[in-house]
């Protein structure tokens, strides 16, 4: 394969990508939305009465396509690995996906010499579907009498669960059942000075060090990722000059340091557990390298009997719904990425 043939192949999978995204999230006409708010009100005073259009394999309501959108348009304006990472529909429960590990390189060539060819390094993540799911709990006769507000209220809900819990996954997962950005082995560490094992400790010499390990090209798009208590701390740091890292907001753009935007993840460590050694507790990078796998139809089953938190049901007349969606989510390239650790002692 040439230079050529290589550089339209990787043009055309950004552009396939680009396409994904745009169909998935695609704002519908003025004309349309009407129509859709109208069989989501019908699908929701449905839930009601145990009726909808069709049920999945696995037991549950089949939701209206309208309906899912909403929910994923909301979760993708409130969370950042929605907003910010690359979409990619499924049709199998597993996926593998093409990552680019090294590009062309390029040289300069005298006069009457040949040029050196250089070949890209192509690597490969998987996607694994797993079953994600979100719960409320609302009256029977709020769902009987069903207009446009409890159907705001419900994709507003389910959401904001969805997008808080990608977040969570992305960011600080475990392995149970995705390993996120601050525990993966492969994305560049970055450990604090001797002695510094809390986050008040943080410096600029340090933040400096985890943008300097991420990948040149990476940065184009790059973003910090911190607790609201841990940008605090950051908002503090001066530099040698005695000025400010932190830049507050202007016209609508978020506050950056460095250069680069910050945004406050909730689920990321906060500054109550930073006694821990060894700790990682802010994230730094470019989310268009998590690929984000969105797998099969959304399902809502509907709970009667059971008891949800201290609230019983079935004695105070109440419906539970619980929204299933299937996704998965891997990190193409670890390398754009990096992470800031307290010191180990």
């Known amino acids: 394969m040439n230079k050529d043939e290589l550089k339209n ?198 933040l400096i060090n985890v943008v300097a390990s991420v990948d040149a090209n990476a940065k184009k798009g790059a973003a910090w990722f911190m607790h609201p208590t841990v940008v605090a701390v950051i908002r503090k740091l001066k530099d040698s000059n005695g000025q400010y890292l932190w830049a507050p907001p202007i016209g609508g753009q978020p506050a950056t340091i460095l250069g680069y935007p910050v945004y406050e993840i909730i689920d990321m460590p906060a500054t109550s557990d930073s006694s821990q050694a060894n700790k990682a507790f802010i994230a730094f990078g470019n989310l268009k390298y998590v690929y984000l796998g969105i797998k099969g139809d959304m399902s809502v089953e509907i709970l009667k009997e059971a008891t949800i938190g201290s609230t019983n049901l079935s004695e105070t007349d109440q419906k539970a719904l619980k929204i299933r969606q299937r996704l998965g989510f891997a990190i193409a390239l670890p390398k754009a990425f990096g992470i800031l650790k307290t010191a180990a002692s």
């Open 9 to 206: 192949l990787i043009k055309e999978e950004f552009e396939n990508l680009i396409e994904i995204q745009r169909k998935l999230y695609k704002e519908p006409e003025p004309n349309q939305k009407k129509a859709a708010m109208d069989k989501m009100v019908e699908f929701v005073r449905s839930l009601s009465k145990g009726l909808t259009e069709g049920t999945d394999s696995a037991g549950g309501y089949l939701v209206p396509e309208e309906f899912r959108a909403e929910v994923l348009r909301i979760a993708k304006d409130v969370g950042y690995a929605m907003r910010l990472a690359t979409k990619i529909p499924m049709k199998t429960d597993t996926m593998n996906i093409p990552s680019l590990a090294s590009s062309v390189s390029v040289g300069w060539v005298t006069e009457g010499n040949s040029a050196s060819e250089s070949t890209p390094s192509f690597g490969q993540v998987q996607l694994s579907a797993k079953k994600m799911m979100a719960l409320t709990v609302i009256s029977s006769e709020l769902l009987e009498d069903a207009g446009v507000d409890v159907v705001n209220l419900l994709t507003t809900l389910f959401g904001e669960a969805i997008a808080e819990e990608i977040d969570k996954q992305v960011f600080t997962g475990s392995g149970s059942p995705f390993t996120g950005i601050l525990s993966n082995s492969n994305v560049n560490i970055t450990t604090m000075g001797s002695g510094d094992t809390s986050y008040d400790k943080v410096d600029f010499d340090d």
